[in-house]
C-alpha cells in the first residue's frame, strides 16, 4: 500500500484534475501501461494473471501471411492477404490491437514511455523464438521514421522495440540500413490507394548493396501492411532476399 502515494504523484500532471487513490488492481494496470518511473533500472514488468487476462495474443488461427487473427481455423488467409501479393515473406504480430494494448501502444508511441519496450519484446520472444532462428535472421531492422519527425519526438518507437527485441533474441540491430527521406502523412488516415501513394520513394537505403539476406523488420502496429511493403521492395532491390517481420499488436483479419 505504501507504492499507492508514489504511483499517484508520478503520474501526476501540474494543473490537472487532483490525483486520486486507486485500488490494487488498478494499480497493476498502471504497472504495466502507464507508470514504470523511466529513471529507474527497467526490467520488463510481470503482470499478474488477472491482468494479463485483459490483453489478447494474436495467437492461433493467424493468417498464414500477415499473423492477423482469422475468425475460424478453415481460411488460411485474412481478407487482405487473400486479394494482393506481399513483398514480404511472412509476418507475425504480439498483441491485438484492442483494450489495454491499445492504450499501452497511444502511450508507448506519443507519451514517451519506452519502457514498454522491454515487456513487448519479452513477450514477441516467447511467442516468436523459434520462429525467427527457423527462419535464420541474421539482423533486426526497425521502420524508420523521419529524421526531424524523430527530433521532434526523441524516439523511433520502432527502434526501440527492435533494440529490446535484438536483446532478448541475441541478434543485432541495424537501424540505418534504411532510411525515411520523406515526410508522409499518417498512414492511419488514408485509404489502401492513398496509403500506397503516400509512401512512394519515402525510403531509401544507406548503401547501394544490402548485406543481410534475411532480414526481420519490425514496426509498432500493423494495419494494411503497405509500410512493411515498402520497405521491404527497397530491401530487397539492395539484395536482400528474405524479408520478415514482427509487430507489436495488429488488428483482425475479418
Known amino acids: 500500500l505504501s507504492v499507492l502515494p508514489v504511483l499517484v504523484l508520478l503520474d501526476y500532471q501540474p494543473f490537472s484534475s487532483p490525483p486520486v487513490l486507486l485500488p490494487l488492481h488498478a494499480v497493476c494496470i498502471l504497472l504495466l501501461f502507464s507508470v514504470v518511473p523511466p529513471l529507474l533500472p527497467v526490467s520488463a514488468p510481470k503482470p499478474c494473471r488477472k491482468c494479463a487476462e485483459t490483453v489478447q495474443l494474436a495467437a492461433e488461427p493467424v493468417c498464414k501471411r500477415c499473423g492477423k487473427p482469422l ?55 516467447a511467442l516468436y523464438q523459434d520462429w525467427v532462428f527457423k527462419n535464420q535472421i541474421e539482423v533486426i531492422v526497425p ?85 512493411i511493403d515498402t520497405v521491404s521492395e527497397v530491401l530487397r532491390k539492395g539484395g536482400a532476399e528474405r524479408i520478415y517481420y514482427i509487430c507489436v499488436s495488429i488488428g483482425a483479419g475479418f
Not at 534504411?178 to 496509403?195: A, D, F, I, S
Request: glycine content about 8%; proline content about 2%.
Open 71 to 125: 475468425d475460424g481455423e478453415r481460411a488460411e488467409f485474412c481478407l487482405d492477404c487473400g486479394k494482393r501479393r506481399h513483398a514480404y515473406c511472412q509476418g507475425k504480430a504480439v498483441f491485438v490491437y484492442q483494450g489495454n494494448i491499445r492504450q499501452s501502444m497511444y502511450r508507448f508511441k506519443y507519451a514517451n514511455r519506452r519502457e514498454y519496450a522491454a515487456y513487448y519484446a519479452r513477450e514477441a520472444a
Open 143 to 227: 521502420v524508420p521514421m523521419y529524421r526531424w519527425k524523430k527530433r521532434r519526438r526523441g524516439y523511433n518507437q520502432a527502434e526501440t522495440f527492435a533494440r529490446a527485441l535484438g536483446r532478448e533474441l541475441g541478434l543485432p540491430v541495424d537501424a540505418g540500413l534504411v532510411r525515411r527521406v520523406r515526410n508522409t502523412v499518417p498512414q492511419k488516415e488514408l485509404n489502401g490507394g492513398q496509403r500506397a501513394a503516400n509512401l512512394k520513394n519515402a525510403f531509401q537505403l544507406a548503401a547501394d548493396i544490402v548485406k543481410y539476406k534475411k532480414i526481420l523488420l519490425v514496426d509498432d502496429i500493423y494495419t494494411t501492411g503497405t509500410t
